[in-house]
């Protein structure tokens, strides 16, 4: 059986609200610091998957890490993780 990473809003999270299993596996992954980065930086993921030859296995997947912005008055500063599954081509 495959492990398996349950993810968790939050303390506010709705009783009914619809939570993932995100598998366990090999990920290509990128970290940013501003939401509005997202695009730029899912292109330059997707790049990297295809130059190293990494087939990708699943779906995209953008976490939000962290959206404290009390030292920083722009909503948009937030810490993401964005990553997609991949597996290795010959």
């Known amino acids: 059986m495959a492990e398996q990473i349950f993810l968790f809003v939050g303390r506010n999270t709705p009783a009914d609200a619809a939570l993932q299993v995100v598998e366990s596996g090999m990920y290509a992954c990128i970290y940013l610091d501003r939401y509005d980065d997202e695009p730029?930086?899912?292109?330059?993921?997707?790049?990297?998957?295809?130059?190293?030859?990494?087939?990708?296995?699943?779906?995209?997947?953008?976490?939000?890490?962290?959206?404290?912005t009390v030292f920083d008055c722009d909503p948009s500063s937030m810490f993401l993780r964005l990553q997609v599954p991949v597996a290795f081509t010959r």
């Open 40 to 68: 730029a930086c899912a292109e330059q993921l997707l790049d990297y998957c295809r130059r190293n030859r990494y087939r990708v296995s699943g779906d995209y997947i953008c976490e939000v890490m962290t959206g404290f």
